[in-house]
């Protein structure tokens, strides 16, 4: 439904450079990048307030790169929500359908109810909390029944609590109504939880495309790695030899960190950057019986709890962040100045 052909955007200084990306018809798309990488240079190019430079817009396969917006059939959701104060709640999501009388009040009736803003149809906007204009902000723009809606950075301005329940019902809503959704985050969490396609803008570029699961469990550069939260980025050079290191196994190698030394499985030597998610490093009090390998001295700096989990922050010559239930790190009894092992498999560090 959304396909970007070498989209290259100029806004002011900052432009968008050979953009390819699509969003398949009733799917759901992320694009998450941080602040200035032209996310919301992006959906204004889909939508029609910028024309492209080079490449191509196509909606439904049409090229739409040179249509005006209210040609488009896209729905717009700022950031910023862009209600109007001077109407009630039911006038501003009928606002779309000003044109089209028939079916109106039962279209504004039946949003309202999936987005459970029904109570206050009767109100006008500054009465309403953030979480609530949020949802009518949605609500306003599926009125029409766009072919596509781009949502900029919706939960943005949203306390915790309405974040992850506003993201549960925009789910709910896209597989009811199937618009083909198109939001920008800068929040990984996001992608995970509501995306079948992501892609990373870095810089006005592609960075890395694919499903979420695929950005997460394989970034590409170390710039990914840090940006989906990899949590450990290390830079470093790999050492690899035909013949494997005794007790080691075919394809390993040694990743030199300068404060310490991993075996890793590579095939080739050069210089990398060691990702090791949190998860992936067991913590214990002394070095496991049976094997040596990939264990790393280190000492408790600061305990980061957060409910069931506590992420460890540890000294092993260079920074190290660690991730265990709050049991287990009762278990082990951990405290700031602790002296620790961290343990991980070889198969557990990625090469980027």
């Known amino acids: 439904m959304i396909r970007l ?3 290259t955007v100029q806004s002011g200084p900052f432009a968008l450079a050979d953009v390819t990306f699509d969003v398949p018809p009733s799917g759901y798309g992320l694009v998450i990048g941080p602040t200035g990488s032209g996310k919301t240079t992006l959906l204004e190019a889909i939508a029609g307030h910028l024309r492209p430079r080079a490449g191509r817009v196509l909606l439904d396969g049409r090229d739409a790169s040179d249509l005006p917006p209210e040609a488009r059939g896209v729905g717009f959701v700022y950031q910023q929500y862009h209600l109007f104060p001077h109407l009630t709640v039911a006038e501003n999501i009928a606002y779309g359908l000003r044109r089209v009388p028939a079916g109106r009040r039962e279209r504004v009736a039946s949003l309202a109810a999936m987005l459970g803003i029904t109570d206050l149809l009767g109100r006008t906007v500054h009465r309403l909390s953030g979480g609530e204009q949020q949802r009518v902000a949605i609500a306003r723009a599926l009125a029409p029944r766009p072919r596509v809606l781009l949502l900029d950075e919706p939960f943005a301005a949203l306390d915790p609590a309405t974040r992850r329940s506003l993201r549960r019902e925009l789910r709910a809503l896209h597989e009811r109504e199937g618009t083909t959704t198109l939001q920008v985050t800068h929040d990984f969490d996001e992608a995970l939880r509501l995306g079948e396609r992501v892609a990373v803008l870095a810089e006005g570029r592609i960075a890395q495309a694919g499903t979420p699961e695929e950005v997460f469990r394989h970034p590409n550069s170390a710039f990914v790695a840090r940006f989906i939260g990899a949590g450990n980025v290390i830079p470093g050079t790999v050492r690899w030899s035909a013949a494997p290191p005794e007790g080691g196994q075919a394809g390993a190698a040694t990743f030199d960190a300068g404060a310490f030394v991993l075996d890793v499985l590579a095939e080739e030597d050069g210089p990398a950057h060691a990702v090791l998610r949190p998860e992936d490093l067991t913590l214990s009090r002394q070095i496991p019986e049976g094997s040596a390998r990939n264990h790393l001295r280190a000492t408790v700096v600061q ?12 000294d092993a010559g260079r920074p190290l962040l660690a991730s265990l239930t709050t049991a287990s790190v009762e278990s082990l009894a951990l405290a ?13 560090v990625l090469l980027v």
């Open 5 to 7: 052909e070498g989209l």
């Open 303 to 314: 305990l980061e709890r957060t409910g069931p989990v506590t992420f460890v922050h540890l």
């Open 336 to 348: 700031p100045g602790v002296p620790v092992v961290a343990t991980c498999k070889a198969t557990a």
